[in-house]
């Protein structure tokens, strides 16, 4: 199977500053990388996803980026808020499986 | 549009029970696939179902097992509950096999 990490398990920043997390996957056919945000109490709520046919992709404060040769892709988000404080998890889909990295706790210190 | 829905939001069980939990889907999906998460971890995944057949499974044993309907909301059921059980149990619905999966609120399970 697919086996997913995830750096760092916590990171505290500034608010306004930029926060980077980044993942590494095993399996060479994983082809959709999706970045969940669970809050306390909550399921895990997609904020971008990326599919293996492209590099880059943007949405507003937060973007993602693939590198399929080094296999790993990273989470940014820019202009940090404290409504960004909460945990983030990475995954990667294999045939019809996610494989979930163990979370990046983030807080943004206001 | 309604969102992934589940129930009940929480439960307490004791080992060697047997527990059902519930999970309706995204308007539109026809695709339901379940994950455990244990506290300070990330979602493992149970299995899968689409259009009413497992397509796929995590290794779980066999007394994890699911359920989908025809209008495709979605039970799991575990039986001779452990210890280890205990955990917030996720469904996430999604359009076909391939897609974005979006998830539930989570039903959060404690087996004394």
């Known amino acids: 199977g697919e086996n997913v990490e995830q750096h760092p398990s916590t990171l505290s920043v500034q608010e306004g500053d930029s926060a980077v997390i980044k993942c590494t996957y095993s399996d060479s056919a994983s082809n959709y990388f999706p970045w969940y945000k669970q809050e306390l109490g909550k399921g895990p709520q997609l904020i971008i996803d990326i599919r293996s046919n492209v590099g880059e992709k943007k949405d507003q404060r937060i973007a993602v980026t693939l590198n399929k040769t080094a296999k790993h892709f990273s989470l940014h988000i820019t202009e940090t808020q404290p409504e960004d404080s909460a945990v983030y998890f990475c995954a990667a889909s294999l045939s019809n499986q996610f494989y979930f990295g163990t979370g990046t706790s983030l807080t943004v210190i206001p | 549009e309604t969102g992934v829905t589940q129930s ?6 004791t080992r060697g029970q047997q527990v059902t939990l519930r999970c309706s889907s995204q308007s539109g999906h026809n695709t339901v696939s379940w994950y455990q998460q244990a506290l300070g971890q990330g979602p493992q995944f149970i299995f899968q179902y689409y259009r009413e057949e497992e397509n796929g499974r995590g290794n779980f ?3 994890f097992s699911g359920l989908q309907f025809p209008n495709y909301s979605s039970e799991l059921n ?3 509950l452990e210890l280890d059980d205990s955990a917030l149990y996720l469904c996430a619905s999604s359009f076909g096999t391939l897609y974005t999966q979006y998830f539930g609120p989570g039903t959060r399970l404690t087996v004394l």
Not at chain 2, 8 to 13: A, G, S, V, W
């Open chain 2, 8 to 13: 009940p939001t929480h439960l307490i069980k």
């Open chain 2, 61 to 63: 044993p066999p007394r």
């Open chain 2, 78 to 80: 575990v039986n001779a």
